[in-house]
T-cell receptor, first 110, second 108 residues
Framework: NAGVTQTPKFQVLKTGQSMTLQCAQDMNHNSMYWYRQDPGMGLRLIYYSASEGTTDKGEVPNGYNVSRLNKREFSLRLESAAPSQTSVYFC?????????FGPGTRLTVT | AQRVTQPEKLLSVFKGAPVELKCNYSYSGSPELFWYVQYSRQRLQLLLRHISRESIKGFTADLNKGETSFHLKKPFAQEEDSAMYYCALGAGGFKTIFGAGTRLFVKA
C-alpha cells in the first residue's frame, strides 16, 4: 500500500513553461486535494475534488488547472509557470477532513 | 471568516520541559479541529483529532469553544518531538483550512 504518491519529486521550470504534477492514491478515498506550502503561510488549498468527476477551486486557484482522471488520480497543471509559483506542492486524499498526504513536489520557477 | 491562527512561528524548549503550541480558530459552525505534524524529511501526517479526545505520543489537545482555541500540549518534551506542527479546521464542503504552522525545536 503506497498511500499517496506524487511525481516528480523535484522540478525546475523557466518562466512561461508548462508542466503537470501527478498524484495517485490507493486508499479508495473519494476526495483528493492539491495544496501549496510556503514559508510562513502554511498550506493553502489550490483545488480539490470531492469525488470522481467533480473539481472545485480552493483558496489560491489562479494559474492552475486540475483533472480528476479517475478515482485514483488527480493531476495539477501549470499552463504558464511564474516565479510566484515556486513552492512545495502536496497532494492529499481523505475522508471528510482527515487527510493523508503525499511526499510533495518541490517546484522552482526561474 | 474561517481562519486558523498559530501565533508562534518558532517555539524552542528544553528536553523535559512542558510544551504548548497555540491554535485559535474562527468558524461560525461547529468546528472539527486537527493537529498535523511534519517531521524532517517526512510527509505531513495527522497527529490527533479533537473529536477522539485521544493522546498521541504524549500530546493532547482540548477544544475550548469559549476561547475558540485548540492548543496542543505535552508535559515533557522529547528531542524527537522537533517538527513542524499545523493546526487545521474542517471548514465545510470537504475543505480543511490550515494554520501557518509552528516549528518546535526541542533542545538537549
Amino acid at each position: 500500500n503506497a498511500g499517496v504518491t506524487q511525481t516528480p519529486k523535484f522540478q525546475v521550470l523557466k518562466t512561461g513553461q508548462s508542466m503537470t504534477l501527478q498524484c495517485a492514491q490507493d486508499m479508495n478515498h473519494n476526495s483528493m486535494y492539491w495544496y501549496r506550502q510556503d514559508p510562513g503561510m502554511g498550506l493553502r488549498l489550490i483545488y480539490y475534488s470531492a469525488s470522481e468527476g467533480t473539481t472545485d477551486k480552493g483558496e489560491v486557484p489562479n494559474g492552475y488547472n486540475v483533472s480528476r482522471l479517475n478515482k485514483r488520480e488527480f493531476s495539477l497543471r501549470l499552463e504558464s509557470a511564474a516565479p510566484s509559483q515556486t513552492s512545495v506542492y502536496f497532494c492529499a486524499t481523505g475522508l471528510t477532513y482527515e487527510q493523508y498526504f503525499g511526499p510533495g513536489t518541490r517546484l522552482t520557477v526561474t | 471568516a474561517q481562519r486558523v491562527t498559530q501565533p508562534e512561528k518558532l517555539l524552542s524548549v528544553f528536553k523535559g520541559a512542558p510544551v504548548e503550541l497555540k491554535c485559535n480558530y474562527s468558524y461560525s459552525g461547529s468546528p472539527e479541529l486537527f493537529w498535523y505534524v511534519q517531521y524532517s524529511r517526512q510527509r505531513l501526517q495527522l497527529l490527533l483529532r479533537h473529536i477522539s479526545r485521544e493522546s498521541i505520543k504524549g500530546f493532547t489537545a482540548d477544544l475550548n469553544k469559549g476561547e475558540t482555541s485548540f492548543h496542543l500540549k505535552k508535559p515533557f518534551a522529547q528531542e524527537e518531538d522537533s517538527a513542524m506542527y499545523y493546526c487545521a479546521l474542517g471548514a465545510g464542503g470537504f475543505k480543511t483550512i490550515f494554520g501557518a504552522g509552528t516549528r518546535l525545536f526541542v533542545k538537549a
